[in-house]
């Protein structure tokens, strides 16, 4: 994971850090541990504004995650790691003697799971 800064060419990218990390996986989410993820503007059942300054920002599908794994004893091994918009970690996705277990958050140190690690 490295921390790339960029060059102030503009006001707003004067303090700019970007976190790259070469080994999130480029293509689609698991599609089995997606769902729609609705947002509602601030407005309630009769569609009027109860909550102001809520809205905008760009589509989210929510990804299913397990947080508690209660497999005890039971080795998974990490597949790929996979960008989660709806949380600030990086999620892993698991298989389990060849099945696929719902996502994990990712570790505190990221450096710990890649893929082809044992999670236990």
């Known amino acids: 994971m490295a921390v790339v800064k960029c060059k102030p060419t503009s006001p707003g990218r004067r303090h700019v850090v970007k976190v790259v990390n070469p080994e999130l996986h480029k293509g689609k989410p698991f599609a089995p541990l997606v769902e729609k993820n609705s947002k509602s503007g601030g407005r309630n059942n009769n569609g009027r504004i ?33 960008y989660d918009p709806n949380r600030s970690a990086n999620i892993a996705l698991g298989s389990v003697q060849r099945r696929r277990t719902p ?13 082809d690690s044992v999670w236990r």
């Open 50 to 82: 109860t909550t102001r300054h809520i809205g905008g920002g760009h589509k989210q599908a929510y990804r299913i995650v397990d947080f508690k794994r209660n497999k005890d004893g039971i080795p998974a091994v990490v597949e790929r790691l996979e």
């Open 103 to 115: 996502l994990h958050p990712g570790p505190e140190r990221p450096e710990s799971w890649r893929p």
